[in-house]
């Protein structure tokens, strides 16, 4: 789930029932994954252990789940929104767009290279 699947879910136009369900389905779907437990404790090891079989940087890691991990809501929907919308804002800071992991423009020939 991406920043724009977030934040068109999250549309203001939404009301606040359709908006507190889809933060409480991201708690189901973490708990589901072992990242949260039912009470919406973060399993940080089990996150980091999950994470590290992607291609994050290891200090990037650290940095997200410091930072993912320190919510000021006992809420676990709550919890579980603000991490993930935490985490997507992180890596689409970090992380090439879509479009560049996809192809790169060759800029002297005008022209695309696909990789």
């Given at each position: 789930m991406n920043e724009v699947l977030i934040n068109k879910q999250l549309d203001h136009?939404?009301?606040?029932?359709?908006?507190?369900s889809f933060k409480c389905f991201l708690?189901?779907?973490?708990?589901?994954?072992?990242?949260m437990d039912?009470?919406?404790?973060?399993?940080?090891?089990?996150?980091?252990?999950?994470?590290?079989?992607?291609?994050?940087?290891?200090?990037?890691?650290?940095?997200?789940?410091?930072?993912c991990t320190a919510i000021d809501s006992?809420?676990?929907?709550?919890?579980?929104?603000?991490?993930?919308?935490?985490?997507?804002?992180i890596i689409s800071e970090q992380q090439p767009s879509d479009d560049q992991l996809f192809y790169n423009v060759d800029e002297q020939n005008n022209g695309l290279i696909f990789k």
């Amino acid at each position: 789930m991406n920043e724009v699947l977030i934040n068109k879910q999250l549309d203001h136009h939404n009301n606040h029932h359709e908006v507190y369900s889809f933060k409480c389905f991201l708690h189901c779907l973490f708990t589901k994954y072992g990242w949260m437990d039912e009470l919406g404790g973060f399993l940080l090891h089990d996150i980091k252990q999950t994470l590290e079989e992607s291609d994050i940087e290891v200090k990037s890691l650290e940095f997200i789940l410091y930072k993912c991990t320190a919510i000021d809501s006992m809420n676990r929907c709550e919890r579980a929104y603000k991490f993930t919308k935490c985490f997507w804002e992180i890596i689409s800071e970090q992380q090439p767009s879509d479009d560049q992991l996809f192809y790169n423009v060759d800029e002297q020939n005008n022209g695309l290279i696909f990789k």
